[in-house]
């Protein structure tokens, strides 16, 4: 049974919030509808507009393990990520106001035919190596080719990441107009956005990301009491933050880039344990561990598919990858000029409870409990929390 959900970019997704955004502040529309139940005109109303962006919080887990949280008291309603649910293309949509159609950035490992090679996008290092490009004399900023969302808007933005982040060639490249805001820890976030809200009295435009949970889930799991403590601090920081907020005529929107699963050890598939199957690639598997891209040698498509409906069938829905482009999973409209060549010649959608490995030589699987990546409702849908204070 096909249980996968797909991004609602007609008016349910994080690319609509982005575009109700950038209509209330930057004063022109996106190729994407603003979000459903989101009117711009109040938004924009609005002396400051604060997007707290917590990496990994599903709707789900808000809706099985926050009740009676004061984030669950504020949620409106769920929203969809992108396709695939993960923070690299996630995180992109965040800081550009596009869905992956037009970024182009489909993973955390990203085939750049440009440069012949396979990008780990966030550090933004070739997937061999622990160097980014930037000491290559690659500017991130012109390899992506991306207008950062602070350039959309007409109003003093801020962007707050963590200190260890906040300089990276990513982020850099993402900035733009926006004053760089690094922050410590959680609390030393949360007071520094109400040190911005209360610097002056112009309109301002505050994105602020917090990793923690998303760390913590993949180490522990989603459902560990370790995840369910980190959570108990986030609800008590964002009440502490609407506190200190009062009567300064703020919105702040809460949401997230995905969701999580946790997946047992016996149920994470080694590629090495199918040579025939990895026979078949002409370079190692793309994308996530929960949405893969495959990339076929010359004359090995019918063997690549008769392989993983013999032995696999149960774990991977293989997908032409052309298909479910024009399936609209990665957005609406024009794609970029990469976006074929950055998702391969199949797609595999893992089923519920199963990830795909392909390390490189050399390279070791990651030792995670929780994942994303997938389409299941868990990892796809994120809570749209508003608060006006």
Not at 230 to 253: C, M, N, P, R
Not at 268 to 284: G, Q, T, W
């Amino acid at each position: 049974m096909n249980n996968n959900i797909y991004p609602d970019y007609r008016g349910g997704s994080i690319v609509n919030l982005m575009s109700s955004i950038i209509a209330a502040y930057g004063g022109w529309r996106t190729d994407y509808p603003p979000l459903e139940q989101l009117s711009s005109d109040p938004l924009g109303e609005t002396r400051n507009l604060v997007l707290l962006v917590l990496d990994g919080l599903g709707y789900n887990y808000l809706m099985q393990r926050g009740e009676g949280s004061i984030l669950r008291q504020h949620l409106r309603h769920p929203i969809t990520s992108v396709a695939p649910p993960t923070t690299a293309t996630a995180i992109t949509t965040f800081l550009t106001g596009l869905a992956p159609q037009q970024h182009g950035l489909t993973g955390w490992f990203t085939w750049f035919r440009e440069l012949g090679s396979v990008l780990a996008v966030l550090p933004f290092q070739p997937r061999c190596s622990h160097e980014s490009l930037g000491w290559a004399g690659i500017s991130a900023e012109a390899l992506f080719g991306h207008v950062p969302v602070f350039d959309r808007l007409q109003v003093k933005s801020y962007s707050l990441c963590p200190d260890w982040i906040a300089q990276s060639d990513f982020n850099r490249a993402h900035l733009g107009r926006a004053e760089p805001v690094p922050y410590q820890d959680l609390d030393d976030c949360l007071s520094r956005i109400t040190r911005l809200v209360r610097a002056h009295d112009e309109q301002k435009y505050i994105y602020a990301y917090w990793p923690g949970f998303d760390r913590l889930a993949h180490q522990q799991g989603v459902g560990s009491d370790v995840v369910s403590e980190h959570f108990a601090e986030l609800d008590a920081g964002f009440a502490h933050l609407l506190d200190s907020l009062a009567g300064s005529g703020t919105t702040v929107i809460v949401t997230a880039d995905h969701g999580f699963v946790d997946i047992p050890q016996q149920q994470r598939i080694l590629l090495d344990a199918h040579p025939v199957m990895k026979d078949c690639l002409s370079i190692p598997l793309c994308g996530e561990q929960r949405l893969s891209y495959a990339y076929i040698r010359h004359g090995k498509r019918e063997s690549f598919e008769y392989y993983i409906e013999q032995h696999l069938s149960h774990a991977i829905e293989l997908h032409r990858s052309e298909k479910l482009l024009q399936a609209n999973l990665f957005g609406l409209g024009e794609p970029h000029p990469e976006l074929q060549s950055r998702i391969g010649d199949y797609i595999l959608i893992m089923k519920a409870g199963y990830v795909i490995q392909d390390p490189i030589a050399g390279e070791k699987p990651p030792q995670m409990l929780g994942f994303h990546g997938g389409l299941s409702e868990q990892e796809m849908y994120v809570p749209f929390i508003c608060a006006a204070v």
